[in-house]
């Protein structure tokens, strides 16, 4: 326990593992034992690895620290209260706030305290990236590294070296047996991101008990053929092996590295080290005493650190991250004289001021899309609108699933590029058939600052459902596009149809779903994804082509920014039907309009682009839009009823699909299922 160890290093970490085994017993509710174990890995990254300013949290140039077994959120509480991590205020800025005080701890997993029972990107400073399910941390981790050598590669300059960061994330067993983390490191093999390391903490227990109950797989064996780098070390208590180790890692230079760590779960403690009864349970307070004793502190004092311990850390990354940013802060402003647009870039890039993070005028380079009867699908509008937006917006990078030629998600311009090894500066990034790890890097490079987008087809949406919900909870702008969106697909038949996939998708809180009905809706969707800055947005879009309508006839489709909007409307605007719809039926609906207006009915449309929008829009628009007096509504969409009824009402009717879909020509799908104007037509005339 000492020998690799001076007396100011055995301090702080046994420290670390005190006041986290403390705040769990505090709390009733939570995992001590990991962050125990992992305490001496923690002090050495922390105070002596990381590129890092506890006083600048967010300086863009800084390496990044992933905590994917987020269960064990005590350890990164600990280090950012020792680090004395500031606060970043409303704008950005740091204050003198401590992102975690001593309190904060005290207060772990309680209402109102930062210490969350996992970490929780924007509720402290020096948290990068919310974790918590398995393998979703070091699965971002990926998408950083990626967007690291991007930044790296366009903005450094000779003799500016403004970006050579690293990414280190710790793993555990959990995280090593989760499908997405197995994807993940299959990519970064494979794009030989020299800049990623993983810590696996290897300790051999699971909840159930030990790993061997269902894990014997050769962990190192895995990852050398995924092409990593794989370096063991034999106890994590010996610091002059883990430095090593690191070492190893930095001089690593064409692929990425995994440090396989030995650990015992509750170091320290008499009766539960190495139990997976120390797992996910407070340990108890007489066995906190006694592991107190064993450590050589005071059992009878709680949440005690010595002044000693804050000076260590004053000593290490408090002194050496300020050095840094100073000499980081006088490279970039010689940059900025020497690349004004570049440095101007930069600037906009990682912005304190949310409304300033992307090119001024930027949407004046989107294109309206003429009348056309026969149109294109919204996939095709969406390629052309997302080539226009990338040209404009050089930082927007992304890709699909292995699907780019079906999603229409390519970036066409010359100067794209494909991100590879041998071009790090590319806009196109070939994902493979990962569609699980694909959300989550598309999140770690939004999380850097970059905006992403990530593709596949709309069943397949399921895969990234949990990057998603990931995304909301951080309320971070990652693009999310489906193609493909119903049974308009066709002979593929039910296993490619979506159903369900809407109403799925629209019950996560903060997420803006967009099924555009034209190509100038689908425009207008993306610029308001765009202008979303804590919020993620999904598109999902056809296969079939759907007619650019004419707007000359009909509204402007920058009503899309409201999420519903009266597309058509009868003469004198007092409707006594009300139909309604998102994306492909809006062509149903127009259809049935003309048909009961020649007929002397006053009918309003209205199209549904983004229900989520529509929500927040004032009570007055939404009455304006759907009032309340007429109770005659039919609501029409591909999919299931789920979230239509607040629309309709208990008087309307939903027109939508009640079942799975089958195997046949399109055409031939609508009417076996009834989506059709005849049926919209046949139940409006009851009214």
């Not at 007396?7 to 046994?14: D, H, T, Y």
């Amino acid at each position: 326990m000492t020998l690799s160890m001076t007396p100011s290093e055995q301090k702080a970490i046994n420290t670390i593992r005190t006041i986290s085994m403390e705040a769990v017993q505090k709390a009733n509710s939570g995992h001590p034992g990991t962050p125990m174990a992992l305490a001496p890995l923690g002090y050495i990254l922390f105070n002596e690895i990381l590129q890092f300013d506890p006083a600048h949290p967010n300086w863009f140039a800084r390496d990044k620290f992933i905590l994917s077994v987020g269960h064990a959120s005590m350890l990164l509480y600990s280090l950012l209260h020792l680090s004395q991590t500031k606060q970043l205020d409303p704008n950005g800025n740091p204050s003198n706030d401590l992102a975690i005080s001593l309190d904060a701890i005290k207060n772990f997993r309680q209402l109102g305290s930062r210490c969350a029972g996992h970490p929780e990107y924007g509720h402290a400073s020096g948290i990068e990236v919310t974790t918590g399910p398995l393998g979703a941390g070091v699965a971002t981790s990926v998408g950083m590294a990626i967007a690291s050598q991007w930044l790296a590669a366009k903005y450094n300059k000779p003799d500016f070296n403004l970006f050579n960061s690293n990414i280190y994330a710790i793993c555990g067993d959990g995280d090593m047996m989760e499908g997405i983390s197995s994807e993940a490191a299959s990519l970064a093999g494979h794009l030989k991101l020299n800049n990623l390391c993983w810590f696996y903490d290897d300790n051999g227990i699971t909840i159930e008990g030990n790993t061997s109950l269902a894990f014997s797989e050769n962990v190192a064996k895995r990852f050398e053929a995924y092409n990593w780098n794989v370096i063991k070390v034999d106890d994590i208590n010996d610091l002059p092996q883990l430095r090593s180790a690191i070492n190893s890692f930095k001089k690593t230079k064409d692929k990425p590295t995994l440090i396989i760590v030995k650990s015992q779960i509750a170091f320290g403690s008499p009766k539960l080290a190495g139990s997976h009864e120390a797992h996910g349970a407070p340990l108890g307070e007489d066995e906190i005493k006694q592991t107190k004793k064993i450590y050589g502190f005071n059992p009878e004092q709680n949440f005690f650190i010595d002044q000693d311990v804050y000076k260590t850390f004053e000593n290490g990354i408090i002194k050496h991250g300020a050095e840094l940013f100073k000499t980081f802060n006088e490279l970039f402003n010689n940059y900025k004289k020497n690349y004004p647009d570049l440095a101007a870039e930069l600037e906009t890039i990682f912005s304190n001021n949310p409304n300033s993070k992307l090119p001024a005028n930027w949407e004046s380079k989107l294109t309206p899309f003429p009348a056309d009867p026969k149109g294109m699908a919204s996939r095709a509008s969406s390629g052309k609108v997302l080539n226009q937006t990338a040209e404009t917006i050089t930082w927007l990078i992304g890709g699909s699933a292995d699907l780019a030629p079906s999603n229409v998600t390519w970036l066409k311009f010359p100067e794209a590029g494909e991100f590879s090894t041998e071009n790090r500066t590319g806009r196109n990034i070939h994902f493979g058939i990962r569609e699980h790890a694909m959300g989550s890097i598309a999140n770690g490079i939004t999380l850097s600052g970059l905006r992403s987008y990530c593709a596949t087809f709309f069943v397949f949406s399921d895969y990234l459902r949990p990057a998603i919900r990931l995304s909301a909870l951080m309320k971070i702008p990652t693009i999310y596009i489906f193609t493909h969106d119903s049974i308009g697909v066709g002979e593929d038949g039910p296993t490619h149809q979506p159903v369900e996939h809407l109403a799925a998708l629209r019950a996560i809180p903060n997420v803006a779903v967009f099924r555009p009905a034209d190509a100038n809706e689908v425009s207008e969707s993306y610029k308001a994804a765009l202008n979303l800055n804590d919020t993620p947005s999904v598109l999902v879009l056809s296969r079939q082509n759907l007619p650019t309508l004419d707007r000359t006839k009909f509204a402007s489709a920058s009503g899309v920014a409201k999420g519903g909007y009266v597309l058509i409307d009868s003469p004198d605007q007092k409707p006594e039907i009300i139909l309604m719809a998102s994306g492909s039926e809006i062509g149903i609906c127009v259809e049935t309009w003309e048909r009961l207006t020649s007929e002397g009915k006053k009918v309003r449309i209205v199209s549904f682009p983004c229900l989520e929008l529509f929500e927040q829009q004032p009570k007055e628009y939404r009455e304006q839009v759907l009032p309340a007096s007429v109770k005659n509504r039919i609501a029409v969409e591909l999919g299931i009823e789920q979230g239509w009824r607040k629309y309709i009402g208990d008087q309307g009717y939903f027109i939508g699909m009640q079942s799975f879909g089958a195997s046949a020509p399109a055409t031939q799908l609508m009417k076996h299922f009834g989506i059709t104007s005849d049926k919209i037509y046949n139940i409006a005339k009851t009214f």
